[in-house]
């Protein structure tokens, strides 16, 4: 396996298409603004100019696309992925979609001979561009072991939850539900902090040291402390739209979800105040309702 393709080359495809190349790769690349095509061509890939040509000659084709609706088009759309990939490669769909939205690709996909890997991801930025990121893969067995090297180019762990359409992104959906409760109370407790006194390096020096360190509560209270609401690579319209699918499985599934509801709130409040912001920006919703906001003071 030499060529593969992805199509989405915003934050997370960009690094994914990197670190392909970097595996030696072959790789092309398809997104409909002009900078990103131009970025992935500066840095050794091939621009394509339609999903379909993305999928001429590749073996395997990661999707990277912000929902269900888009992973629909790319794939079985016309001039989609499946007019041009050949029976016995792969779609990999590393978006982050609902898992009955799987189902219906898988069922779309059926009777080409192109198998379907149901992988969506978890590492953010910095886990995409550095190939760190965490799969969470669902394949038959012998399509897991078969595409195993082209995961392992951009990835640092994968796991293998299940084998059929859905069940990755089922896991996506928990894993959701907690980092976005995660989210929600450290935001939280820097408001508590704020309005008590508390200094911010204080603060972030025994979170980042006491049983509450995790990557999620790290980073998030760090760039809240340091005035980092935007550019930061984890865009808030990711997590809301994650939390939107995490609460539409619950529904499906009769399952109250207390902390993740709020959280789900919590992030639209952000969204609707600050639609520009990063998933810290959240913060400053509760900071102007208190009146006070933790930052360094250097």
């Not at 979609?97 to 953010?124: C, K, M, N, W, Y």
């Not at 980042?208 to 209270?221: E, L, R």
Request: one cysteine or more; a negative charge.
């Amino acid at each position: 396996m030499k060529r593969v393709g992805i199509v989405g080359l915003g934050d997370m495809g960009s690094g994914i298409a990197k670190n392909l190349i970097r595996a030696g790769y072959e790789t092309s690349g398809y997104d409909l603004m002009e900078p990103r095509l131009k970025a992935l061509a500066d840095m050794g890939g091939i621009r394509a100019e339609s999903p379909a040509e993305t999928a001429k000659g590749s073996a395997a084709v990661f999707v990277m696309v912000m929902n269900g609706n888009q992973a629909k088009s790319v794939i079985s759309g016309p001039d989609g992925l499946t007019s041009e990939l050949q029976p016995g490669s792969a779609i990999v769909l590393t978006a982050t979609i609902r898992p009955r939205e799987v189902r219906e690709i898988a069922e779309a996909v059926e009777g080409t001979g192109i198998h379907l890997i149901d992988s969506p991801v978890s590492g953010g930025y910095e886990g995409a561009q550095t190939g760190n990121l965490t799969l969470m893969t669902s394949a038959p067995d012998d399509v897991f072991e078969k595409f195993r090297d082209v995961l392992n180019a951009v990835a640092g762990s994968i796991h293998h939850v299940g084998r059929d359409p859905g069940m990755g992104q089922t896991v996506k959906a928990c894993l959701q539900s907690l980092i976005g409760s995660i989210f929600s109370a450290a935001f939280e407790s820097t408001v508590l902090a704020a309005k008590a006194g508390v200094d911010a390096d204080a603060l972030y020096k025994v979170f980042s040291t006491s049983g509450a360190s995790c990557p999620i509560t790290n980073v998030a209270i760090k760039n809240i402390i340091e005035g980092q609401f935007e550019g930061t690579g984890s865009h808030i319209n990711t997590m809301h739209k994650d939390l939107t699918i995490v609460m539409d499985l619950a529904r499906e599934l009769g399952v109250p979800l207390f902390t993740a509801s709020t959280a789900m709130q919590l992030f639209e409040a952000g969204r609707t105040r600050y639609p520009s912001g990063d998933n810290w920006t959240v913060t400053r919703v509760a900071e102007e309702i208190v009146g006070v906001k933790l930052r360094r003071t250097a």
